[in-house]
């Protein structure tokens, strides 16, 4: 967040176009560092959870594989969220938290009491926090053309 924040604030600061340029480099950049990411966990977490964590620990790893995902999109979308703030849209910043926080709680209350199954609650909440990074990277990508347009920049988002 801090390096997206660094290359696009004094583009921001000096009214300058570029911010959906930097957007999509940082993004295309963590996009790759995360799929290593997803991976690791996707493989590593089934695989060492018992003799990382203990026997009784086992099942965790398989958790820990139905949340790589998630995860990795957590890495790749919070520094383009995070630009929503100095571009001035921090109220559609809290609604879109906000909604993605009651759709994954709703999805665990709901899938948890249907299935009485943690991984099938996972699975459908993991399902369901990856989806929510959806409107999050469109809303980045949206207020940094936004700003790129009010500043004379290019008139699409990439």
């Given at each position: ?5 660094g290359a696009?604030?004094p ?5 300058n176009?570029?911010v ?12 790759a560092?995360s ?5 690791s966990?996707?493989v ?6 018992g ?8 099942d ?14 957590m ?19 809290m609604?879109?938290?906000s909604?993605?926080l009651?759709?994954?709680v709703v ?6 009491s ?18 929510a ?11 940094s053309?936004?700003h ?6 290019p008139?699409?988002?990439g």
């Amino acid at each position: 967040m801090q390096v997206t924040l660094g290359a696009v604030a004094p583009l921001i600061r000096e009214g300058n176009p570029g911010v959906t340029k930097k957007l999509r480099e940082q993004t295309l950049r963590l996009t790759a560092f995360s799929i290593l990411v997803v991976a690791s966990l996707a493989v590593g977490g089934p695989l060492l959870a018992g003799p990382v964590l203990g026997p009784e620990w086992v099942d965790a790893g398989v958790l820990i594989a139905v949340f790589a995902l998630p995860l990795g999109l957590m890495l790749v979308a919070l520094p383009g969220t995070t630009l929503l703030v100095p571009l001035g849209k921090e109220r559609l910043l809290m609604m879109l938290q906000s909604a993605r926080l009651v759709a994954i709680v709703v999805t665990f209350l709901i899938a948890g009491s249907l299935t009485n199954s943690i991984l099938v609650t996972s699975i459908f909440a993991s399902i369901t926090w990856v989806l929510a990074y959806i409107p999050l990277m469109i809303a980045a990508f949206a207020a940094s053309a936004e700003h790129d347009r009010d500043q004379g920049g290019p008139q699409r988002a990439g």
